[in-house]
């Protein structure tokens, strides 16, 4: 077979540890998983209403429009139904984006570290990858300006950023847009939008219309707790849809996700409810992290980078056996700490409690 070069030392996407796994593997009765940034409070009740009232026609096609999904996304939003575009979660419509743009001879600019599928799919088409660095958690927004050329075609901006959780305030990210040459496209990466609560964050659907070159995604893999449907979309000028409708494959969302995507955005309570739980788990994590001397980032996700100045995937190993999969950061980049996942207050508490049991222990060790 004559492979592209590239993915021939490519790695493919490493999930987190599945939680049947660990049980089997250490022999556990339960089992916490606070490692993919999942909503510990599952979806809204009237999204199973729906799945409910939905199983028949199973040898039916999906809608390849999405009309329903569509039509109540334009309006929560308040954006015209030929600005969405919807994909096979958030990762599918980036897989777009990239095959759509990005060839051998151009190049792609972001952030490191980031979200990882930004680089793997530009590495696919076989284009150059520009990583600039984060400063103190922050995207370097000049520098990433300074890195675009003729042969740029995407800037990705992820914004809360994963792993990190800091966000682009209001003003600079207007002031990097203003910038960004009208032939680049700009990826402004949403996965975490609902749980924002800074004052400065501005709603970055209202700028498709003044910014012909940017795309917003976002997901209901996150707040609407729908992670296993994989639903994702995209909003944008017409134009930039346009051109990218023709490279989604047909039939990309299926029935069942658009049926529970459409009661998920209708309510909005949950949400709402969602967005207050995680902010009082994060206080949870600030209050250890400061207890204990720990470097973290504020978070504006639903999730915590926290410095432990030890290797992470040790930490990982540790309260992995102790029933909580969090997530090592060393392959996000940060080799000695751990991204954590913001449970329910009980999952906190849990987790809270290993850690402080693992910080005694390496005190005692070192006396």
Not at 17 to 34: A, C, F, H, N, P
Not at 103 to 125: L, R
Not at 128 to 151: F, K, W, Y
Request: with cysteine; net charge negative.
């Amino acid at each position: 077979m004559q492979w592209k070069e590239q993915i021939l030392t490519l790695s493919p996407y490493q999930p987190g540890k599945s939680t049947d796994s660990v049980k089997r593997q250490y022999g556990l009765e339960k089992i916490v998983k606070l490692a993919s940034n999942e909503n510990p409070y599952g979806c809204s009740e009237q999204v199973l209403a729906a799945l409910q009232n939905s199983v028949q026609s199973l040898e039916i096609y999906p809608d390849g429009h999405a009309t329903n999904l569509r039509e109540a996304v334009a309006k929560q939003l308040q954006v015209e139904p030929n600005q969405l575009i919807f994909g096979n979660g958030s990762d599918n419509i980036i897989q777009i984006i990239s095959r759509s743009l990005l060839t051998p001879g151009t190049n792609t600019v972001m952030a490191t570290p980031t979200f990882s599928q930004y680089k793997h799919n530009a590495v696919i088409e076989g284009a150059e990858v520009r990583e600039i660095p984060l400063v103190n958690g922050e995207h370097d927004l000049a520098s990433m300006l300074a890195a675009i050329d003729t042969q740029t075609k995407i800037v990705w901006v992820c914004s809360p950023n994963n792993p990190t959780g800091i966000y682009i305030g209001e003003d600079s990210l207007l002031n990097f847009l203003k910038q960004v040459p009208e032939n680049v496209l700009v990826v402004f990466d949403e996965a975490y939008f609902e749980y924002v609560t800074a004052e400065d964050y501005i709603d970055s659907v209202k700028l498709v219309n003044t910014f012909k070159n940017l795309i917003v995604l976002r997901t209901f893999s996150k707040i609407y707790g729908l992670a296993s449907l994989r639903v994702g979309y995209g909003i944008a000028n017409p134009a930039v849809i346009s051109a990218l409708e023709p490279v989604r494959e047909p039939f990309n969302v299926n029935t069942l996700a658009q049926v529970a995507a459409e009661a998920a955005i209708k309510d909005q309570a949950f949400v709402e409810d969602c967005k207050q739980k995680n902010r009082k788990g994060l206080e949870q994590f600030y209050q250890f992290c400061q207890d204990h001397n720990l470097e973290y980032y504020p978070s504006q996700g639903n999730f915590i980078l926290i410095d432990f100045k030890r290797d992470g995937n040790e930490v990982f190993q540790y309260l992995m056996e102790r029933g909580y999969i969090v997530r090592s950061g060393k392959p996000l980049g940060f080799p000695t700490a751990v991204r954590v996942t913001v449970g329910t207050t009980e999952q906190n508490d849990g987790v809270i409690a290993e850690m402080k049991q693992m910080l005694e222990v390496k005190a005692t060790s070192n006396k």
